[in-house]
């Protein structure tokens, strides 16, 4: 309705509204509110190496319930978790000593692993199906936003399903709680690889180093 009305204004009259239309959808470079938001149960959108993403605490029902809809995601899509560090990542997958040896040489980066997930994950997030895609970013923005929520966040891209993710805070047009501002990201996807079926499921950033590291295993 904002954005409707900005178009048949002019002047100050358009600034009034495009304040009011931002004022809706609060972008700032607060991790510590950010961080309190998605420990509430909120919805948080945030930057990472790649694009903008959806955050939302993992573990809530809610939340998640919430980001789905934000997206307008059917629920036969999974939807990837972020982490923060390596203790977290072992808490909600397996991995074997090989997947190990390439998870990190590649992340921290723009590359989500499939893994074969522990009970902790919510079936919600995986569509019913056994493994879940983990991503672990190389943003500072991001890893301290996980690290003071204290739990892994959804990782899937701030856009409706089908549309082009967003780079920058400009370009996000779904609304959140809040809108954490890291500036402008690459723009490039990550590439996902199926390390239970060794097989790239997403072609991304680093792709081509990813495929050779995959035929090592």
Request: net charge neutral.
């Given at each position: 309705?904002?954005?409707?009305?900005?178009?048949?204004?002019?002047?100050?009259?358009?600034?009034?509204?495009?304040?009011?239309?931002?004022?809706?959808?609060?972008?700032g470079r607060d991790?510590?509110?950010?961080?309190?938001?998605?420990?509430?149960?909120?919805?948080?959108?945030?930057?990472?190496?790649?694009?903008?993403?959806?955050?939302?605490?993992?573990?809530?029902?809610?939340?998640?319930?919430?980001?789905?809809?934000?997206?307008?995601?059917?629920?036969?899509?999974?939807?990837?978790?972020?982490?923060?560090?390596?203790?977290?990542?072992?808490?909600?997958?397996?991995?074997?000593?090989?997947?190990?040896?390439?998870?990190?040489?590649?992340?921290?980066?723009?590359?989500?692993?499939?893994?074969?997930?522990?009970?902790?994950?919510?079936?919600?997030?995986?569509?019913?199906?056994?493994?879940?895609?983990?991503?672990?970013?190389?943003?500072?923005?991001?890893?301290?936003?996980?690290?003071?929520?204290?739990?892994?966040?959804?990782?899937?891209?701030?856009?409706?399903?089908?549309?082009?993710?967003?780079?920058?805070?400009?370009?996000?047009k779904i609304s959140?709680?809040?809108?954490?501002?890291?500036?402008?990201?690459?723009?490039?996807?990550?590439?996902?690889?199926?390390?239970?079926?060794?097989?790239?499921?997403?072609?991304?950033?680093?792709?081509?180093?990813?495929?050779?590291?995959?035929?090592?295993?």
């Open positions: 309705m904002h954005q409707e009305l900005s178009c048949k204004f002019s002047g100050n009259g358009a600034d009034i509204i495009r304040t009011i239309f931002h004022k809706s959808r609060e972008a991790i510590g509110k950010a961080a309190r938001i998605i420990k509430d149960g909120g919805i948080v959108i945030y930057p990472t190496e790649t694009v903008y993403g959806i955050g939302a605490n993992i573990f809530s029902e809610q939340a998640l319930g919430r980001v789905f809809s934000l997206k307008k995601r059917k629920a036969d899509k999974p939807i990837s978790v972020a982490v923060s560090n390596f203790r977290m990542m072992d808490d909600l997958v397996y991995i074997t000593k090989r997947q190990r040896q390439f998870i990190e040489k590649f992340l921290p980066g723009p590359v989500t692993v499939i893994l074969k997930k522990k009970k902790t994950v919510p079936d919600i997030l995986t569509a019913e199906k056994d493994s879940i895609g983990i991503r672990y970013p190389d943003n500072e923005f991001a890893l301290e936003l996980i690290e003071l929520a204290g739990v892994p966040i959804t990782s899937t891209s701030a856009n409706l399903s089908g549309e082009e993710p967003p780079r920058k805070v400009d370009e996000v959140a709680d809040y809108i954490l501002d890291g500036g402008e990201c690459a723009g490039e996807p990550s590439t996902v690889v199926d390390l239970v079926d060794m097989k790239i499921v997403r072609k991304g950033a680093r792709y081509k180093e990813v495929l050779d590291g995959l035929h090592l295993i």
